[in-house]
């Protein structure tokens, strides 16, 4: 099944990777796991791996014998503004299949509750 950013933006095996790496970015994974719960091949993901490690975009975290895991290097201000973008190409559409419009907030001294689709 499509993730909302892939329906939106195309599934293309980059936006699979970064997809998955930002909606699982707790954990560091092997470019096997990557491959596997990402569903891009193997081979473009270890071509792409070594893209994304080369731009900064992705940072090998450590070693396990000879496996390596990487995770999304979220120090770099450009995978900051792309995080930005995918979670507001989430939002938007959740937004848009929920019915819910952009309210403006008046101050009444209430405690409001943004709800996103991140944090659902």
Request: proline share 2%.
């Amino acid at each position: 099944m499509k993730s909302i950013f892939l329906k939106k933006q195309g599934s293309t095996p980059k936006n699979k990777v970064l997809d998955f790496l930002i909606t699982y970015s707790d954990l560091d994974y092997s470019l096997k796991e990557i491959s596997r719960y990402s569903g891009a091949g193997y081979s473009t993901v270890k071509i792409l791996i070594k893209k994304l490690v080369k731009d900064k975009w992705v940072i090998q975290t450590r070693k396990i014998s000879k496996i390596k895991l990487y995770k999304l290097n979220t120090n770099n201000s450009k995978v900051k503004k792309f995080i930005e973008f995918f979670w507001e190409v989430v939002n938007e559409e959740v937004e848009k299949q929920l019915g819910i419009k952009e309210e403006k907030v008046e101050h009444t001294g209430q405690i409001t509750v943004p709800v996103s689709a991140k944090s659902i």
